[in-house]
């Protein structure tokens, strides 16, 4: 009997050990975080509009307007996804779009296309590391 009930203590304890380090583990992944991606700094030739997504536009099913804006010159950027296409209708055009804080209103995040990146080239979105271009890092 004694044995019996090592055992069972045993397997207890060890079954309560795995529960609790999947539930730690599933808050670990499940944890938001906020401004996970880093910050990388970026130059832009004109004030851009930010968006709540990357592919907004009437014509794909997806209407909506700029959440906010983005003022030119130097700004960060946390990350890049693809989305719909900003072009000029000269040739210039850029599917990369960027995570940010927009300028206006203060404190709100937003979407900005990599089109108004300056010294860019089409479907391009890198940051200056020091030393070099470097894609900035997918979302």
Same mark, same amino acid.
Request: glycine letters at 10%; charged letters at 10%.
């Given at each position: 009997?004694?044995?019996? @009930? %090592? %055992?069972?203590?045993?397997?207890?304890?060890?079954?309560?050990?795995? =529960?609790?380090?999947?539930?730690?583990?599933? =808050?670990?992944?499940? @944890?938001?975080?906020?401004? @996970?991606?880093?910050?990388?700094?970026?130059?832009?030739?004109?004030?851009?509009?930010?968006?709540?997504?990357?592919?907004?536009?009437? %014509?794909?099913?997806?209407?909506?307007?700029?959440?906010?804006?983005?003022?030119?010159?130097?700004?960060?950027?946390?990350?890049? *996804?693809?989305?719909?296409?900003?072009?000029?209708?000269?040739?210039?055009?850029?599917?990369?779009?960027?995570?940010?804080?927009?300028?206006?209103? *203060?404190?709100?995040?937003?979407?900005?296309? *990599?089109?108004?990146? %300056?010294?860019?080239?089409?479907?391009? @979105?890198?940051?200056?590391?020091?030393?070099?271009?470097?894609?900035?890092?997918?979302?």
């Amino acid at each position: 009997m004694h044995f019996r @009930a %090592s %055992s069972t203590v045993r397997n207890t304890v060890v079954l309560l050990m795995a =529960l609790l380090l999947a539930l730690a583990a599933d =808050l670990w992944l499940a @944890a938001p975080r906020a401004h @996970a991606y880093g910050t990388y700094w970026i130059t832009t030739f004109a004030r851009a509009s930010g968006y709540p997504n990357t592919v907004c536009g009437t %014509s794909n099913g997806h209407p909506c307007g700029p959440n906010g804006y983005l003022y030119a010159g130097s700004n960060y950027v946390n990350c890049r *996804a693809w989305g719909n296409e900003v072009n000029d209708g000269q040739g210039n055009h850029n599917r990369w779009w960027l995570l940010t804080d927009l300028d206006t209103p *203060a404190g709100s995040r937003g979407w900005v296309s *990599a089109y108004y990146l %300056s010294g860019q080239g089409n479907d391009q @979105a890198d940051y200056w590391n020091g030393s070099r271009w470097v894609p900035i890092p997918n979302c």
